[in-house]
């Protein structure tokens, strides 16, 4: 069965450092999603991608935070300058619409610890 | 206007009992109701889903029921067995765009041997 999958599964990295998370989204998808979810709390949408351009972000998604396609696989979330804040859970998510199904797949996560 | 508010937080039942996690909106644009299950160190994961033009959904043990007047949605767990235990999210979106999940708080349930 095809799945989301997420490299890599745990990012620690120091406040005011770049990082970059990575999606590979099933492959015929057409939406492409990133979430985050803070430890112990609900799972928090940051942005969705289609057609390579952003269709809807959040007020977490700030100018901190670009996602972009770069090639036909993979999807990827950058945080320019992390703050402690920004640890948490950030799930990729993908969509294939409007048919067969209306599900958003979610990958595994990646755990971003920022020290 | 945006917020789906989930209740209990947490809910302890025992093997062979009925779970029920209740939520609510606000936004009559969501048309699409899905519950998420996750267990630790997982991405959350579809469990069942309902729109709003039928008042019932069962796949298994898992029902869910919807009340559009009342703008609420429940989700039953018959013979709840202790591999249920996960975390449940109910969450809403407009399905016929691209558009965000916004979820529930979350419910952690615990279903004793």
């Known amino acids: 069965e095809p799945e989301v999958t997420q490299t890599p599964s745990h990012q620690v990295t120091q406040m005011g450092q770049e990082v970059i998370l990575r999606c590979v989204p099933i492959s015929n998808h057409l939406y492409f999603y990133w979430y985050r979810q803070i430890l112990g709390q609900k799972v928090e949408f940051l942005v969705s991608f289609y057609n390579n351009e952003i269709s809807e972000k959040s007020e977490i998604f700030d100018d901190q935070f670009s996602v972009e396609r770069p090639d036909g696989s993979n999807f990827t979330l950058k945080i320019r300058s992390t703050k402690l804040e920004d640890s948490a859970m950030y799930f990729c998510?993908?969509?294939?619409?409007?048919?067969?199904?209306?599900?958003?797949?979610f990958g595994p996560g990646t755990r971003l610890t920022v020290t | 206007q945006q917020q789906v508010k989930q209740s209990p937080q947490s809910l302890i039942v025992q093997k062979g009992g009925i779970s029920i996690i209740n939520c609510a909106y606000e936004n009559t644009a969501f048309d699409y109701f899905p519950w998420y299950q996750q267990f630790p160190g997982k991405g959350p994961a579809l469990l069942i889903a309902i729109r709003p033009d039928v008042s019932e959904k069962k796949e298994g043990r898992f029902t869910i029921s919807f009340n559009k007047s009342a703008k609420q949605f429940s989700l039953h767990i018959m013979d709840s067995q202790p591999g249920d235990s996960a975390t449940y999210f109910c969450a809403a979106t407009e399905e016929t765009s691209g558009s965000r999940l916004t979820f529930g708080e979350g419910t952690q349930l615990t279903v004793n041997p």
């Open positions: 998510a993908s969509k294939s619409w409007p048919a067969p199904t209306y599900e958003q797949y």
